[in-house]
């Protein structure tokens, strides 16, 4: 396995108008990590998820992802390529079974189209894609709810439904954008689970930009900190939480609250 990492961000520097949202920002992520994106509220970080994932465009710099640019590519091709973005609100079919919106995921790397569900024009396919569905859903304890609708799932259920589409897939790197939010302690620690089982058992990166410090430090082997659209430092959760720049950009100096 090579030991070049999977994602890099060269020197990117993102300005919307007069306002630079993220500032000549460089980190990598290695292969097959689980890799925390954290910093204070407006520190850049969805913007930084949303220039990886190629919903927005550099302004200077460079995304690599596998050892290309893919600077400003269409999210689209991202996705086909094996890059996929979760989103803070969960984007699932409401008025679908739970069962389906997983198939919907799996037609992605299928190939298969509505039409050619609707009319049966591809069975093997579809029958292939409902294997593959119903798998996911035991990954994620899902499987007893597949032919629920998703609008009556609670919150957990969802945000765990909506990581079982982005796997559904097959991606090799997923961008989780707040993947706890919202989440009871007991959601939370699942989802954790959730998380390391699809890295170990998938052969997949994941990254994710998340508020909630305990899950971040409990499940990221490393982490960068961003503040003021700047790399503020990068290293192990050890070292983040130790680091007294770090306890300073969340928490602020003691003269500052005086």
């Known amino acids: 396995m ?19 949202a993220v500032n000549n ?19 850049g970080k969805t913007t930084t998820f949303s220039l990886i ?15 290309q640019d893919v600077s400003g590519m269409r999210t689209s091709h991202l996705a086909r390529r094996g890059l996929i973005r979760t989103f803070q609100g ?9 069962l389906d919106n997983v198939r919907v995921g799996c037609h992605r790397s299928a190939g298969a189209s509505f039409i050619a569900r609707i009319t049966g024009g591809d069975a093997p396919v579809e029958r292939a894609a409902e294997k593959k569905a119903r798998e996911i859903l035991e990954l994620f304890d899902l499987a007893a709810l597949a032919d629920e ?4 799932l609670p919150h957990g259920h969802q945000r765990a ?18 993947p706890f939010t919202g989440m009871n302690p007991e959601e939370t620690r699942r989802m ?11 052969d997949m ?5 998340e508020h909630d410090m305990q899950a971040v430090m409990g499940l990221c082997e490393r982490i960068t900190v961003m503040n003021f659209g700047q790399l503020l430092m990068e290293g192990t959760p050890q070292e983040i939480a130790n680091d007294p720049r770090v306890i300073e950009a969340y928490l602020g100096r003691d003269d500052d609250a005086a």
């Open 53 to 67: 994932s190629g919903y927005y465009k550099p302004t200077s710099g460079q995304i690599l992802y596998d050892g």
């Open 2 to 20: 090579s030991d070049a990492p999977i994602l890099e961000v060269r020197n990117v520097t993102r300005k919307f108008g007069g306002l630079i």
């Open 192 to 202: 954790m689970e959730h998380v390391r089982r699809i890295r170990d058992e998938h």
């Open 25 to 43: 920002l460089s980190f990598s992520v290695r292969r097959n990590s689980i890799h925390g994106l954290i910093g204070p509220n407006g520190a």
């Open 90 to 98: 969960t984007t699932l079919f409401q008025e679908f079974s739970v």
């Open 149 to 152: 609708p998703t609008s009556s």
């Open 161 to 178: 439904l909506g990581m079982a589409v982005a796997l559904a897939a097959d991606p090799a790197v997923i961008l989780l954008d707040e």
């Open 205 to 209: 990166t994941i990254m994710l930009v």
